[in-house]
Nanobody, 122 residues
Framework: QVQLVESGGGLVQAGGSLSVSCTVS????????MGWYRQAPGKQRELVAS???????NYADSVKGRFTISRGNAKNTVYLQMNSLKPEDTAVYYC????????????????WGKGTLVTVSS
């Protein structure tokens, strides 16, 4: 069974830095793409950043130049380094894994973590 577990997050002042990480557990051989989404109160969930298994990255315009997404050497972990944080970055951050390679092949499914809260105070 595939599970995504996020860690990190918390409270930080505006201008500060924070990092979150996500580890995918289960009997997996590869993950097609991983990413971070966020959902602020009263708003829809939005993509923050994503990274493919080839290393290609994609960022929301609002975080370009401030956030960096990366994958661990084991390829089942993804990190999001957040710098120059702003109050508008406050949200629950969700880890996403898209497409898992198991003994049965690629499943083409989306998996989500439970989310971790990031709060940026002004």
């Amino acid at each position: 069974q595939v599970q995504l577990v996020e860690s990190g997050g918390g409270l930080v002042q505006a201008g500060g830095s924070l990092s979150v990480s996500c580890t995918v557990s289960g009997t997996i051989f590869s993950i097609n793409a991983m990413g971070w989404y966020r959902q602020a109160p009263g708003k829809q969930r939005e993509l923050v950043a994503s990274i493919t298994r080839g290393g290609s990255t994609n960022y929301a315009d609002s975080v370009k130049g401030r956030f960096t997404i990366s994958r661990g050497n084991a390829k089942n972990t993804v990190y999001l380094q957040m710098n120059s944080l702003k109050p508008e970055d406050t949200a629950v951050y969700y880890c996403n894994a898209e497409g898992i390679l198991t003994v049965d092949g690629w499943d083409g499914m989306d998996y989500w973590g439970k989310g971790t809260l990031v709060t940026v105070s002004s």
